[in-house]
């Protein structure tokens, strides 16, 4: 973590407006505290709003919170780290810790790899980005009101498992949603710079944007060889893979079911992986692929384990809940049986 938790968790002015606002009422003994960390550029903008609606049902309902509205690429986790210290003394003190994302996707895969202590700290989350897999993984409301009464009525958490991926160098990172290789890591990449990604936000057609990079990227990018070993089983060869997806929850990209049967609460990872096709014969079946249709057809192979790992023959893109983790060619991964504790 970058700075002392002091640096990070500074007060700032009290104006939900501005970024960079601290917004706090104070904690009675025995009740529960609420941390949000708000990304007020979610949603091209929008959150912005949500967050002010957001405050308001707290301070009328008389939620004991504070709040960190992030400043840079990284803060999220920053704030995450140093509030789960804090959380843990209030712990102590008999009162119950909530961490709270109010963001994307991209947000909230920033906090749980800032979360220490997740055996003792409670995660919520208020979707406010354009692809939301993580909230419909979870079913949670698309209403921001509704989603936070929905943990401020919580009695008991879910413990949800989490992703855990780990390049060549032994550099981990957990995921929420999905971790994969190939196109749709590629697709990742290129959507954190596409320009039309804002317009297609702003007319409520976000996940256009995925299916548009995914046909590009479809016709450019090269496949691989890739042999992978699932729970200590035999190798297996897949030959032109085109991408192979590590599934937490069902959907990746804006709601695309990579894996239709995948379950965060089951203790394993669904593997998704095209391999051994012609790229427009891919091109092809790619509605297939959105509508979920696409289980024992040939070339599509969908494999549920606790862990795996992939030797590439050659290096290709990685991500983590859509963040781009370099180009690897020895990927490990493992599914954290109910690491997370989630109010919703």
Not at 104 to 132: C, H, Q, W
Not at 170 to 189: E, K, L, M, N, W
Not at 300 to 322: I, N, Q
Request: aromatic residues 8%; positive net charge.
């Amino acid at each position: 973590m970058c700075g002392s938790d002091r640096d990070v968790l500074a007060p700032r002015p009290s104006d939900a407006a501005q970024a960079g606002s601290l917004l706090s009422n104070m904690q009675e003994q025995g009740e529960d505290m609420y941390y949000f960390i708000v990304n007020l550029t979610s949603r091209t903008g929008k959150a912005r709003k949500i967050w002010i609606a957001l405050e308001r049902e707290l301070q009328k309902k008389g939620v004991p919170y504070e709040a960190y509205i992030t400043q840079y690429k990284g803060h999220a986790r920053e704030l995450a780290n140093a509030l789960c210290e804090r959380s843990v003394k209030r712990k102590e003190e008999g009162q119950r810790a909530v961490l709270v994302v109010v963001g994307g996707d991209g947000t909230a895969n920033e906090v749980i790899n800032g979360m220490r202590y997740m055996d003792k700290v409670l995660f919520g989350y208020i979707p406010t980005g354009s692809g939301n897999d993580l909230g419909r993984g979870l079913g949670i409301s698309n209403h921001p009101i509704e989603a936070l009464n929905g943990i401020l009525e919580a009695r008991e958490d879910s413990p949800m498992d989490l992703g855990c991926v780990t390049d060549e160098k032994g550099t981990s990172r957990y995921f929420c949603i999905s971790s994969g290789i190939g196109i749709d890591a590629d697709v990742c990449r290129m959507a954190l710079t596409f320009r039309l990604k804002t317009f297609l936000n702003h007319v409520k057609l976000g996940s256009l944007t995925y299916v548009l990079l995914t046909v590009k990227a479809l016709f450019t990018m090269p496949t691989t060889e890739v042999q992978a070993v699932f729970d200590q089983g035999a190798p297996k060869t897949f030959s032109k893979m085109i991408f192979m997806a590590g599934m937490n929850h069902p959907w990746e990209g804006g709601g695309v079911p990579m894996a239709p049967k995948a379950n965060a609460f089951d203790g394993k990872l669904s593997v998704c992986c095209v391999h051994g096709i012609p790229k427009w014969k891919a091109f092809f079946l790619l509605p297939v692929l959105v509508k979920g249709k696409h289980e024992m057809r040939k070339g599509f192979d969908v494999v549920d384990c606790e862990r795996y790992e992939l030797r590439l023959k050659t290096p290709m893109v990685l991500h983590g809940d859509g963040e781009y983790l370099g180009e690897q060619k020895v990927i490990r991964y493992e599914c954290l049986n109910g690491r997370l504790r989630v109010l919703k």
